[in-house]
């Protein structure tokens, strides 16, 4: 197989060893290997909650054959996205991991779950041993929302064999009963703990008013805590001056591109989720759309998502950070070049890297809307706007304001 011709396994261009789906298929092959027996002893970097049959779900102890403090990296969002760690590679880490399962309700407490908690609360990966019902077996299906997942099998027992280390910060969240989840998690954030740390303790249910505490499906967690963080991050974006320009971010991630459009006035935030067609660069787009003005939103976003509120959180760490309030339009361009989904993470760590980048500013908001109409073409060969044009944050902005008055 060489690059120029379309990979045999997922229809890419590229060569075989880049291959996602080959990369899947060869670490499944050597967890299955490796696990000689139903029993493994394992280093653990995450548990999994899930949400089929809600409030009886599945807990998940997700470990790869394999002992070392190594196996961090196979559960790090932040890290892979800082590096630019490449599809197969992430592909590589999460189909190592085994996913040692037990049903257990939401409320009710067991040995699995304490060791699932002592995970999720963990530093670094915790050690296990393992012992299966039966050596589980291969499974190739990819979900086209999760990100790809190991091999699964029903626990029989589990053992921690060493001592997790644990941040005195989330300790001290962790023992305060009367302390709401939304106050713990953006305490913790604030003190360096990042989401996908956050996410694992929200899930395992760790955090909140001691009575209310109940495992949480991964899922839910995860954008939960996406919109928690963004919302306290927002809070003190309303409280900045205004940005001075017009201006837009550009970068992209694993084929996901986002192109955000920042304008000097009162918070408010709109993202258009469009899927590019693959062969004609001037056919039919499917988009999504969501968005929020100044007072925020009080329904979940159902059109667009997890990735409404990954996006969101990225733009309004920027906008803190340079001390600066902004409406932002947040247009992403999703391409072939992402074969496989990976989860919302993707999305978080991709608008991050836009929001890094150096802005192209405008003297005006008409420069602006021209200036990304061209961008957009040349770069995507797309017509910007049949998404501006439909735009609710665009059309508010057309609205006369007390601003405008007082300019006059």
């Given amino acids: 197989m060489t690059a120029n011709r379309p990979c045999l396994h997922c229809k890419g261009a590229h060569g075989e060893n880049d291959c996602p789906l080959y990369q899947k298929a060869l670490s499944l092959y050597r967890v299955q290997n490796a696990l000689g027996s139903s029993s493994f002893a394992g280093s653990s970097p995450a548990p999994f909650i899930g949400r089929f049959g809600y409030p009886h779900v599945n807990v998940g102890l997700l470990a790869p054959p394999e002992l070392g403090e190594h196996v961090a990296g196979y559960d790090d969002p932040r890290g892979w996205g800082a590096r630019n760690a490449q599809i197969p590679e992430v592909v590589g880490f999460r189909s190592s991991m085994v996913n040692s399962r037990t049903k257990l309700d939401v409320k009710n407490r067991s040995n699995v779950l304490d060791l699932a908690q002592e995970i999720a609360l963990a530093s670094k990966p915790v050690d296990l041993d393992i012992e299966l019902l039966k050596r589980p077996t291969i499974n190739m299906q990819l979900d086209g929302t999760m990100a790809p997942m190991g091999p699964s099998a029903e626990l029989k027992s589990v053992a921690l064999t060493s001592n997790p280390s644990i941040h005195t910060r989330v300790e001290r969240v962790i023992g305060d009963t009367d302390?709401?989840?939304?106050?713990?998690?953006t305490s913790l954030y604030e003190h360096g703990i990042d989401e996908n740390h956050l996410s694992k303790m929200l899930s395992t249910a760790t955090m909140g008013i001691g009575k209310n505490r109940r495992l949480v499906p991964t899922r839910w967690a995860i954008t939960a805590t996406d919109d928690t963080i963004g919302k306290n991050i927002i809070q003190d974006v309303k409280e900045c001056s205004l940005r001075h320009d017009y201006a837009y971010y550009f970068d992209g991630y694993m084929g996901n591109y986002y192109l955000v459009l920042v304008f000097p006035e009162?918070?408010?935030?709109?993202?258009?989720?469009?899927?590019?067609?693959?062969?004609?660069?001037?056919g039919e787009a499917n988009y999504s759309t969501d968005h929020e003005m100044f007072a925020g939103r009080k329904e979940y976003a159902h059109n667009t998502a997890g990735g409404y509120y990954t996006a969101r959180l990225a733009v309004s760490e920027r906008l803190r950070k340079?001390?600066?309030q902004a409406s932002a339009l947040v247009l992403r361009f999703v391409t072939s070049e992402y074969t496989v989904p990976l989860g919302v993470w993707v999305t978080r760590e991709a608008c991050r890297k836009s929001m890094a980048s150096e802005p192209r500013s405008f003297g005006s908001k008409e420069e602006l809307l021209r200036g990304v109409r061209a961008f957009v073409r040349q770069r995507f060969s797309f017509d910007a706007d049949r998404l501006l044009r439909v735009s609710t944050l665009l059309r508010e902005q057309r609205q006369p304001t007390l601003r405008d008055f007082s300019n006059t």
Avoid: C, V
């Fill in 179 to 185: 302390l709401k989840a939304a106050e713990g998690l």
């Fill in 266 to 282: 009162i918070w408010s935030y709109e993202l258009f989720e469009t899927y590019l067609p693959s062969q004609k660069p001037d």
């Fill in 322 to 324: 340079l001390k600066r």
